[in-house]
């Protein structure tokens, strides 16, 4: 099984907390394509952020968790004020959580037959993906040679 349900609450100490909570403490701004030209090649402009965290007990079959955040214009409305970037710092961190656990991790589980065909308990936390200000929210247990780089300065 490539991908592994895992199980994490909403508190301050969550992955996507301290992810989130990176993100606004090192004041990055996501951009988009039209603001990559940009002589900034490093911090703190960045198209998207991706973080592993390993070894953090909370999947089922013990794989790492994968979080990554991009700018993504699918995820814009009509009159969407992110449409030329993020600025994290203004975002917010718990606002940031608050997307990652109520949008993806609260929404994408396997069903309790599922989970009990699988024997794995209550673990049914599967996470996804989500567009929403102009941004590709992911976050995902998957097999090692599966999950993405790290992008972040942070780990």
């Known amino acids: 099984m490539p991908i592994s349900p895992f199980d994490t609450d909403n508190g301050d100490a969550s992955p996507p907390a301290v992810f989130c909570n990176r993100l606004e403490d ?3 701004i996501i951009v988009s394509d039209v603001l990559e030209s940009l002589d900034t090649p490093n911090w703190p402009y960045s198209r998207g ?3 592993g965290f390993y070894g953090e007990k909370m999947t089922k079959l013990g794989y790492n968790i994968t979080i990554q955040l991009v700018y993504d214009s699918a995820g814009c409305d009509n009159n969407d004020k992110y449409a030329t970037g993020i600025n994290m ?8 959580r608050d997307v ?3 949008k993806i991790l609260n929404n994408c589980q396997f069903s309790d037959k599922t989970t009990d ?4 308990g209550d673990s049914n936390m ?7 200000d102009c941004m590709r929210w992911t976050i995902i247990s998957v097999k090692d040679d ?3 780089i790290d992008t972040s300065p942070f780990t």
């Open 146 to 148: 599966l999950s993405q």
């Open 89 to 96: 710092t203004d975002y917010g961190w718990k606002n940031c």
């Open 26 to 28: 090192g004041n990055i």
């Open 49 to 51: 952020e991706c973080q």
């Open 117 to 120: 065909h699988l024997g794995l």
């Open 100 to 102: 990652f656990h109520d």
């Open 126 to 132: 599967v996470g996804g993906v989500y567009w929403q």
